[in-house]
Antibody, heavy 124, light 110 residues
């Protein structure tokens, strides 16, 4: 059974750093892309970026480039999303999601599995 | 950048058919995926590539894509279908791809 299991909820102060995780199981972790998606309270889904754990190829949404860092450790089938200095506006639920890539058509496939979400609260 | 427009809300009585639209410039040239998100839960893929259903998704869920509008159709709506629904495409440029989500449509079952 494919599963993406995310780390637990975090409460942080502005200016603090944070790294949350997403562990994949039940499939070959290095053969699929892992994306991060933000959902602010009461709002819609926003794509942050995506990483291919096989070679750590990483793409960022222009809206999040420079604001976060996405990484992966394929030896433990885990992807990460990190901040160096949190702001109150980073308060949100963060989801990881899996996507395949169609090398014939050169397109990404849909997000077929999602993690349960990690709630990040940033407050002084 | 590419924009997907959804109605904020759609209401339907139980047993009726709900149609949730997703507008985008020449969206028919893209593969549209649809996600259902119930309160307090992660999104779930319900339709991909305009009209295909993942395993386990009821046949009541179907999709279409033509011109500038993609549509998610839910037949014989049930109370359990009440959720937010998001459309999504991949916007491909010369050197990269970006994910685009619609703003989401809240389906209310009256």
């Amino acid at each position: 059974e494919v599963q993406l299991v995310q780390s637990g909820a975090e409460v942080k102060k502005p200016g603090e750093s944070l790294k949350i995780s997403c562990r994949g199981s039940g499939y070959s972790f290095t053969n699929y892309w892992i994306a991060w998606v933000r959902q602010m309270p009461g709002k819609g889904l926003e794509w942050m970026g995506i990483i291919y754990p096989g070679d750590s190829d990483t793409r960022y949404s222009p809206s999040f480039q420079g604001q976060v860092t996405i990484s992966a450790d394929k030896s433990i089938s885990t992807a990460y999303l990190q901040w160096s200095s949190l702001k109150a506006s980073d308060t949100a639920m963060y989801y990881c999601a899996r996507a395949d890539y169609d090398y014939v058509w050169g397109t990404f496939r849909p997000f077929d599995y999602w993690g349960q979400g990690t709630l990040v609260t940033v407050s002084s | 950048s590419y924009v997907l427009t959804q109605p904020p809300s759609v209401s339907v009585a139980p047993g009726q058919t709900a149609r949730i639209t997703c507008g985008g410039n020449n969206i028919r040239s893209k593969s549209v995926h649809w996600y259902q998100q119930k309160p307090g839960q992660a999104p779930v893929l319900v339709v991909y590539d305009d009209r295909d259903r993942p395993s386990g998704i009821p046949e009541r869920f179907s999709g279409s894509n033509s011109g500038n509008t993609a549509t998610l159709t839910i037949s014989r709506v049930e109370a359990g279908d009440e959720a937010d629904y998001y459309c999504q495409v991949w916007e491909r440029s010369s050197d990269h791809s970006d994910v685009v989500f619609g703003g989401g449509a809240k389906l209310t079952v009256l």
